[in-house]
């Protein structure tokens, strides 16, 4: 059974920071690209950010430069650091693993910035 599970989120003040980490198991984790997308209130679902398996990344124009994603393939997780956290980043934050024929998500962690 696959499950990716997702921990870390929470109340964070404006500037804040936080770091989330979304276990995988139930399926070869190191050649799953991996992901992390968000769901603001009331809007659809969008991409943050993702890593592939040798490692390359890409980002949100939105997050650049203060969000991080990173991944270690001996624990099967996938972590996003979040820096410089603004109120607009709140939203419902979800793993996904994906490879051909192969699609996998989270049940999400809920990120509130507010003062």
């Known amino acids: 059974q696959v499950q990716l599970v997702e921990s870390g989120g929470g109340l964070v003040q404006p500037g804040g920071s936080l770091r989330l980490s979304c276990a995988a198991s139930?399926?070869?984790?190191?050649?799953?690209?991996m992901g992390w997308y968000r769901q603001p209130p009331g809007k659809q679902r969008e991409l943050v950010t993702a890593?592939?398996?040798?490692?390359?990344?890409n980002y949100a124009d939105s997050v650049k430069g203060r969000f991080t994603i990173s991944r270690d393939n001996a624990k099967n997780t996938v972590y996003l650091q979040m820096n410089s956290l603004k109120p607009e980043d709140t939203a419902v934050y979800y793993c996904?693993?994906?490879?051909?024929?192969?699609?996998?998500w989270g049940q999400g962690t809920q990120v509130t910035v507010s003062s």
């Open positions: 139930g399926i070869i984790f190191s050649i799953y690209v």
């Open positions: 996904n693993g994906r490879k051909l024929g192969a699609d996998y």
């Open positions: 890593i592939t398996t040798g490692g390359s990344t």
